[in-house]
């Protein structure tokens, strides 16, 4: 029973634009959502947060948009650069620490 | 944040075999996890490693096959007991920090098993 789905194996956005990754999950319990990055060879590195009493969270290039009636969250990045390139991964909280992830979303920002 | 090393980076390892990978951080955390990515899947919590007690296993993960040692409140190991080919998946550690609120990970270790 996957909680966390990121429907979207993959997204190519150019250098410039904005790119959005998708999540939906379907336990009402979850109260904080994050977004990881991860890069070949390396472990997935914090990007950004956000607490279930939110519905949005900025920093800087990115942002974060949690719709809680629809079970569905989002990442938005722009201007996307080359060096956003990553797989990105959703994941969500319902108790102290313990994570739930989603399959990830390869993003791949070309020049 | 924390500096966590884990090693090896990978590993190549024969059916049958065992293999331990090691987690060091450069600070005193409460809660370290050790994590599974199988090929193409998501990131799935194997156990959290309890200092000085028994790690504390999720539904599918068992002792026998996974276990792991916390002597202090910097360093785990988990081993990969028995390996088989199913097993071939990166293992990461991951520790929790100050509010709990994010997890910060080591940089994996690649298992191949043949």
């Known amino acids: 029973d996957q909680q966390v789905k990121q429907n979207s194996p993959s997204l190519s956005v150019q250098e410039g634009r904005i790119s959005i990754l998708n999540c939906d999950y379907t336990n009402s319990m979850f109260d904080y959502f994050l977004w990881y990055k991860k890069y070949p060879a390396e472990g997935p590195t914090f990007l950004i947060s956000i607490s279930s009493i939110k519905d949005k969270n900025e920093d800087g290039r990115f942002t974060v948009f949690l719709n809680k009636s629809a079970k569905h969250l989002s990442l938005h990045i722009v201007p996307s650069q080359p060096g956003d390139s990553a797989v990105y991964f959703c994941?969500?909280?319902?108790?102290?620490?313990?994570?739930?992830f989603g399959t990830g979303t390869r993003l791949q920002v070309t020049l | 944040s924390a500096v966590i090393s884990q090693k090896p980076s990978r590993d190549i390892c024969q059916r049958g075999t065992s293999l331990t990978i090691q987690c060091q951080v450069d600070?005193?955390?409460?809660?370290m996890f050790w994590y599974r990515q199988q090929p193409g899947q998501s990131l799935t919590l194997i156990a959290t490693?309890?200092?000085?007690?028994?790690?504390?296993?999720e539904s599918g993960f068992v002792i026998d096959k996974f276990p792991i040692s916390r002597p202090n409140l910097t360093f785990s190991t988990l081993t990969v007991s028995n390996m088989s080919p199913e097993d071939s998946s990166i293992y990461l550690c991951s520790v929790a920090t100050g509010s709990h609120e994010k997890l910060f990970f080591g940089s994996g270790t690649q298992l191949s098993v043949l």
């Open positions: 490693a309890n200092q000085g007690s028994e790690a504390t296993y």
């Open positions: 600070s005193q955390v409460t809660m």
């Open positions: 994941a969500a909280r319902n108790t102290a620490s313990k994570l739930t």
